[in-house]
């Protein structure tokens, strides 16, 4: 393989083009091969390994239970099956929390898994010293802000951030924040629209809305929210696109009366012996039989 094959088409320049030419950018979570290489086929950006994979592949209750185990082995899993767009992993709970060095260093391990930038939630002065010395390391960042999942707890529930002119302007001085610690973008979550909106415009770097309206510079939603496979609530900004539940529950439903009347397998689902190997396996049979009396 050249070396030219092995990278990637979408990049961190990628984002900051599609901003300066007012070109949406398009993103989904996945965590699983087939998934992504699907994704990836159709056209998407990028792909988020999201810590959601939590709650909707491994029936946790939070994110907050995910661990860098868990991240890493299903941004391999992704980045196996993403090979033109870029694949961005969430750095879970507390892996970039107690210092800076274990930060950049669990950052690293989702690099060597296969992704090409990690995302991380919040802008204090901790986060900011992580994204900088990660970018100063090589590694991608991309932020989180507004409604942060791995905050939950502190912020009481699922509840819209930056209802208020001056919540809007905090939010705008973490973007910013963000931004001149070197994150190439920033997810904004839950937020009122015109609150998204004044920060997209006021920012070099793209933004990236969930539940944020119409004027980010880009959308993201939860691959089992469009699919309509995690079926336990939909989030108000998540648009169905299809329903697999039904459809995966009336094929499980078909198959298994197939097997019970004998529908499955047929004909043109069986192999055979070849005439000479049947005819072998019948004497066989008689001499078994001869040897019993």
Do not use: W
């Not at 810590?51 to 992704?78: N, R, W």
């Not at 939630?121 to 390391?137: D, F, M, P, T, Y």
């Not at 590694?139 to 699922?158: A, K, S, W």
């Not at 995690?230 to 299809?242: L, Q, V």
């Amino acid at each position: 393989m050249s070396v030219e094959s092995k990278v990637k088409s979408v990049t961190v320049n990628t984002f900051l083009t599609k901003k300066e030419n007012n070109e949406k950018i398009t993103m989904l979570t996945a965590y699983d091969c087939s998934t992504a290489k699907y994704f990836d086929e159709a056209g998407i950006d990028a792909i988020l390994v999201g810590d959601s994979l939590g709650m909707v592949i491994l029936g946790y209750e939070a994110t907050t239970q995910v661990t860098m185990t868990d991240m890493k082995i299903f941004t391999g899993a992704v980045s196996r099956g993403a090979k033109r767009c870029m694949v961005v992993a969430d750095m879970p709970f507390m892996s970039y929390h107690a210092n800076v060095e274990e930060a950049v260093k669990n950052a690293a391990e989702l690099i060597r898994a296969g992704a090409q930038a990690v995302k991380l939630e919040g802008a204090n002065e901790h986060i900011l010293q992580v994204v900088k010395r990660c970018v100063e390391s090589g590694i991608p960042v991309m932020g989180h802000l507004g409604f942060t999942p791995q905050y939950l707890n502190v912020l009481g529930g699922y509840r819209v951030q930056g209802k208020t002119a001056e919540n809007t302007k905090f939010i705008l001085a973490q973007a910013q924040k963000l931004q001149e610690a070197g994150a190439f973008s920033v997810v904004l979550e839950m937020v009122p629209e015109e609150c998204a909106q004044l920060i997209s415009n006021n920012l070099d770097i793209p933004t990236i809305g969930i539940g944020a309206g119409r004027y980010t510079d880009g959308q993201v939603l939860v691959a089992d929210d469009i699919l309509g496979k995690f079926s336990e609530f939909k989030p108000k900004f998540a648009r169905r696109y299809a329903d697999l539940k039904s459809i995966i529950t009336a094929s499980a439903d078909k198959y298994i009366n197939d097997v019970k009347e004998g529908n499955f397998p047929d004909e043109t689902e069986i192999f055979h012996l070849s005439e000479e190997a049947l005819n072998e396996l019948k004497e066989m049979d008689r001499v078994e039989c001869t040897c019993n009396k």
